[in-house]
T-cell receptor, first 109, second 115 residues
Framework: QQPVQSPQAVILREGEDAVINCSSS?????VHWYRQKHGEAPVFLMI?????EQKGHEKISASFNEKKQQSSLYLTASQLSYSGTYFC??????????FGTGTSLTVIP | DTGVSQDPRHKITKRGQNVTFRCDPI?????LYWYRQTLGQGPEFLTY????????KSRLLSDRFSAERPKGSFSTLEIQRTEQGDSAMYLC?????????????FGDGTRLSIL
């Protein structure tokens, strides 16, 4: 029942844009986004707390569609430092936190 | 703010042995989570504490696994009679406040290898 992310993997050239989607079969009340670089711990990016909310940090932003039970992460004008695996996460059954299936993002020069 | 620290960073042990990991959360963080992560997968929830109370446990957490957080500060995760399938990265995270809508701050993890 973990959230499903798409695409599974994407390769971008520096400066290109990308969208990562996160969908849940269960109702979403909030969505977290994290990035994990190879061999490192996940790092928090942002939380969206209610339907329709959009947040942004520099060139990374996200939206949350409560009705569709999905969230999207937008990476604009990608930089080499954006490479890593992106995970959405949310509380589902009980108070258990579920990370999504992950999206591997590689930015090349 | 020294961040979340985990000890040891690596643990190699023989199948059947018991192992214990420690996590020191960011001070004043009420909530502490344990996750397990295998190669190519996202972190899987194991359990979490609100202060010293263990409020939720995944069914992944078999009776060989036990976690404690005495006094609501550091936490330990013990695995008894380790099996090959226990080989993974064990991650600890902490967050501030009472709810799950707070950023989780992760430690660097303990990598467990079972021979």
């Amino acid at each position: 029942q973990q959230p499903v992310q798409s695409p599974q993997a994407v390769i971008l050239r520096e400066g290109e844009d990308a969208v990562i989607n996160c969908s849940s079969s269960k109702a979403l009340y909030s969505v977290h986004w994290y990035r994990q670089k190879h061999g490192e711990a996940p790092v928090f990016l942002m939380i969206l707390l209610k339907g329709g909310e959009q947040k942004g940090h520099e060139k990374i932003s996200a939206s949350f569609n409560e009705k569709k039970q999905q969230s999207s992460l937008y990476l604009t004008a990608s930089q080499l430092s954006y490479s890593g695996t992106y995970f959405c996460g949310t509380v589902l059954t009980g108070n258990q936190f579920y990370f999504g299936t992950g999206t591997s993002l590689t930015v090349i020069p | 703010d020294t961040g979340v620290s985990q000890d040891p960073r690596h643990k190699i042990t023989k199948r059947g042995q018991n192992v214990t990991f420690r996590c020191d959360p960011i001070s004043e963080h009420n909530r502490l989570y344990w996750y397990r992560q295998t190669l190519g997968q996202g972190p899987e929830f194991l359990t979490y504490f609100q202060n010293e109370a263990q409020l939720e446990k995944s069914r992944l957490l078999s009776d060989r696994f036990s976690a404690e957080r005495p006094k609501g500060s550091f936490s330990t995760l013990e695995i008894q009679r380790t099996e090959q399938g226990d080989s993974a990265m064990y991650l600890c995270a902490s967050s501030l406040g009472m709810g799950s809508n707070q950023p989780q701050h992760f430690g660097d993890g303990t990598r467990l290898s079972i021979l």
